[in-house]
């Protein structure tokens, strides 16, 4: 058969490239750990799925959050680091959230010396909106594209230096030598499916979020969770797994475009969320902060108002920025102008938007050291939303960009020291390779087999219905069947014709991935028995004082199945948990035992 030819010629054959890092993943991550790594003199190799220049980094549109104090000048790191832990309900990782809070603006300034072009203040600095959970204006935005012009800045700094680019080529497995050290990976162009033996002294991981598994989605057709299976699978730790965020806003009309983010930077800028009765129903759920509650608030209240019967036609909410006039909303809000207009012939100068939370962004991930970014496994490293740690249960919006660029130079750099001094060999036994490119190419020589869309589609459904906004101990297990049977058919996965330009086969490698992070979704979130963030068990009143205290970690056990380990985590440095005895009451303490109970 021509597919049979097709396959067999390229498992004869592969190329190897070499480089001292390899970055898998080309969005703010990824970026910049490419520069931070190639600045100290080494060989960069950058994988990407997609183009470069089109990561997901460019869905954050209002900002980029960072206590400059250029709007509110009593703004700080203190209270950024504050403001995170209380969004995250104290599950984060507090040594990753000082240095957060820390280095955001160096790493914006940064930014902005490198040619990234801010909103000013009239005094000419860059301008700061107010974001929902933060307590003062801190969103440092280029209207509402700030994540393209991140992603056009790094893009031109990293293309300035040695930075190899592999652009559509899809990493499969990572390799580790005889000493357990990760030196490589295999990778196929998706073009022609030439495979690819990558040969590295570390690896980063950049590789983004998996908001694919569930049918309503902001997130591209790259967010398959790629990144954390790889780790998974060569035993590296994952941690807050159970932590979904939906958005509060997405587009419910036309149906082609459910889903479709609705920046936080609409109700930055004045944004009202009206139900069909015409109440302004935030004061019912957060009376103090209302429409910038955190966004598992007011995720959880739109999702409430429409399944009470108080939604619009089209199953949604109203959120209405008119007030800002056609000048106002051009000037600060353009892309959603354009976006409404375009798909859903919407004036939204003129009337309301219909939202409804959509799933944008996962809190969980591998799991990190906070001053290096590398993983329990030698040689790993990751950065950016497939890294856990930073947000704990709920992410602030904002937070995601300053992560990028934090986080990310942190990893080039810890990838950077690693690699020199380390002179370990980076071969590996010839096994390994064959055994992986077999697995690959498996779905195209079957001669019948499972349809790869009709199981994505399937784990997407039943992740929509049974791991949703709000989640029960009985839909969870029901899910949990369901994804277990699916897991059961993906290693039968046919897909037809070759390995040039073909989507199915692209499809059978990624319908693994979205399995097995679905099955770490569930079985985390039934464990975590309580209500905090992102997190909302029905069957329990709030949160746990026990479990408040605890993080899931997911590791491969030795059978190769999922392992939970419940890991306490260490108490708070004094002069960080100082800063609540202190400030609590003035920056909004209070105000966390009022949302803990929605």
């Known amino acids: 058969m021509e597919s049979n030819g097709q396959t067999n010629g390229h498992r004869d054959r592969h190329e190897v490239r070499e480089h001292d890092i390899l970055?898998?993943?080309?969005?703010?991550?990824?970026?910049?750990?490419?520069?931070?790594a190639a600045e100290r003199g080494?060989?960069?190799?950058?994988?990407?799925?997609?183009?470069?220049?089109?990561?997901?980094?460019?869905?954050?549109?209002?900002?980029?959050?960072?206590?400059?104090?250029?709007v509110d000048a009593d703004d700080g790191w203190q209270t950024h680091f504050m403001d995170t832990m209380k969004s995250g309900k104290f599950l984060n990782n507090w040594q990753m959230v000082e240095i957060f809070a820390k280095e955001a603006p160096e790493r914006v300034y940064e930014l902005e010396q490198w040619g990234a072009l801010f909103n000013r203040t009239e005094e000419g600095k860059i301008s700061q909106r107010p974001f929902g959970g933060h307590t003062y204006r801190r969103l440092c935005h280029v209207g509402d594209r700030t994540g393209l012009e991140?992603?056009?800045?790094?893009?031109?700094?990293?293309?300035?230096?040695?930075?190899?680019?592999?652009?559509?080529?899809t990493v499969t497995r990572l390799f580790k030598n005889d000493e357990g050290q990760v030196v490589g990976a295999l990778a196929y162009t998706r073009e022609s499916g030439r495979f690819i033996h990558f040969k590295a002294k570390a690896v980063v991981m950049a590789t983004g979020g998996w908001g694919r598994n569930y049918k309503v989605t902001s997130n591209s057709w790259e967010g398959t969770g790629d990144g954390a299976v790889l780790a998974y699978d060569v035993g590296a730790e994952l941690v807050d797994m159970e932590m979904v965020q939906f958005h509060p806003t997405g587009m419910v009309w036309p149906p082609g475009v459910r889903g479709l983010l609705v920046t936080e930077g609409v109700r930055g800028e004045g944004g009202i969320l009206r139900n069909s009765e015409g109440e302004r129903y935030m004061e019912n759920y957060d009376s103090e902060k209302m429409e910038l509650s955190t966004r598992d608030v007011v995720a959880r209240a739109n999702?409430?108002?429409?399944?009470?019967?108080?939604?619009?036609?089209?199953?949604?909410?109203?959120l209405d920025i008119t007030h800002l006039g056609y000048n106002g909303i051009m000037k600060k809000l353009p892309v959603m102008y354009e976006q409404f207009k375009n798909l859903a012939d919407i004036d939204i100068s003129k009337e309301p938007m219909e939202v409804f939370p959509t799933i944008h962004y996962v809190m969980g991930g591998i799991k990190v050291d906070p001053e290096t970014c590398v993983t329990n496994v030698p040689g790993l490293f990751a950065a950016g939303e497939c890294a856990g740690g930073l947000h704990g249960a709920n992410r602030l919006g904002g937070n995601s960009l300053s992560d990028l660029l934090v986080f990310g130079r942190r990893a080039g750099e810890g990838a950077a020291e690693y690699a020199k001094s380390n002179g370990y060999s980076t071969e590996i036994d010839d096994s390994q390779?064959?055994?992986?490119?077999?697995?690959?190419?498996?779905?195209?020589e079957r001669q019948d087999g499972e349809n790869p869309y009709e199981l994505q589609q399937?784990?997407?459904?039943a992740m929509m219905e049974h791991a949703n906004l709000m989640r029960n101990e009985e839909s969870l297990k029901e899910g949990l069947e369901k994804i277990l049977a699916i897991k059961e058919r993906v290693p039968n996965v046919k897909a037809h014709g070759s390995t040039l330009f073909n989507p199915g086969w692209h499809a059978a490698q990624d319908v693994r991935y979205l399995t097995q992070i679905s099955e770490i979704i569930l079985r985390t979130a039934l464990e975590r028995k309580e209500r905090r963030g992102a997190q909302w068990h029905l069957d329990y009143d709030g949160p746990s004082d026990e479990l408040g205290k605890i993080n899931f970690i997911v590791k491969k056990d030795e059978q190769g199945e999922i392992g939970i380990e419940r890991r306490e985590i260490p108490p708070m440095?004094?002069?960080?948990?100082?800063?609540?005895?202190?400030g609590d009451d003035k920056h909004g303490g209070e105000q966390q035992g009022k949302e803990s109970q929605f």
């Open 23 to 36: 970055i898998v993943g080309a969005g703010g991550a990824g970026l910049r750990a490419a520069i931070a």
């Open 42 to 70: 080494l060989s960069v190799g950058v994988v990407t799925k997609s183009l470069i220049g089109k990561a997901h980094t460019v869905m954050a549109e209002g900002g980029v959050a960072a206590s400059m104090g250029n």
């Open 150 to 169: 991140m992603i056009r800045t790094l893009q031109e700094k990293t293309l300035a230096t040695d930075t190899t680019v592999y652009m559509e080529t």
């Open 303 to 318: 999702y409430t108002e429409v399944t009470e019967g108080r939604g619009s036609p089209h199953g949604g909410v109203y």
């Open 433 to 444: 390779l064959e055994t992986e490119k077999q697995r690959v190419l498996e779905p195209l």
């Open 458 to 461: 399937q784990v997407q459904e």
């Open 573 to 582: 440095a004094e002069h960080l948990s100082r800063l609540f005895d202190e």
